[in-house]
């Protein structure tokens, strides 16, 4: 965001010192031909005060037009520079929150995924359950066979 600042900042600059160089050169014309053409020019003091007084408001106007120039001028170029910021912030926030939205996305399995690894989990549960239940039912079937085999023996015997 800086990197898009700084060209900003360059031209603000460059059109402010080309604003203050142009006010500059026209004051320093102006009072430079005012004078050569004062001394050049044989006239008595009446014309040539009538002459300075048109040449300096002259000089006024000038500098007053390019004083409003300059002024619109770093308004337009300070709406731009605004206008600018405004969008950059704006298409930052929704790639902030375009990333963020991912992030969660990942880090965070939804609310499905969470339910079917829980029915999973259970179902190996019982299937385990099952499975003990299995053992112990084939381990007392032995014992019985055991026991059986032991009475007809102990029948046999008697």
């Not at 002459?51 to 006024?60: V, Y």
């Not at 500098?63 to 405004?86: C, D």
């Not at 239940?133 to 009475?151: I, N």
Request: aromatic residues 0%; charged residues 35%.
């Amino acid at each position: 965001m800086t990197e898009q600042n700084q060209p900003l900042k360059k031209e603000e600059t460059k059109e402010g010192v080309r604003g203050k160089g142009l006010l500059v050169g026209t004051l320093v014309g102006s009072v430079l031909g005012a004078t050569t053409a004062l001394l050049v020019a044989p006239k008595s003091g009446k014309d040539l005060r009538a002459d300075l007084q048109k040449q300096s408001s002259q000089a006024l106007e000038k500098t007053a037009q390019v004083k409003e120039s300059v002024v619109e001028k770093s308004q337009e170029l300070a709406s731009s520079a605004k206008q600018r910021t405004s969008r950059i912030q704006e298409y930052v926030s929704v790639q902030s929150n375009q990333v963020i939205e991912k992030v969660k996305s990942i880090r965070k399995p939804n609310q499905e995924e969470v339910a079917e690894e829980q029915q999973l989990e259970e179902i190996e549960a019982g299937i385990e359950q099952e499975e003990l239940v299995a053992q112990k039912v084939e381990e007392d079937d032995s014992l019985l066979e055991s026991a059986a085999t032991l009475e007809e023996e102990e029948k046999v015997e008697n």
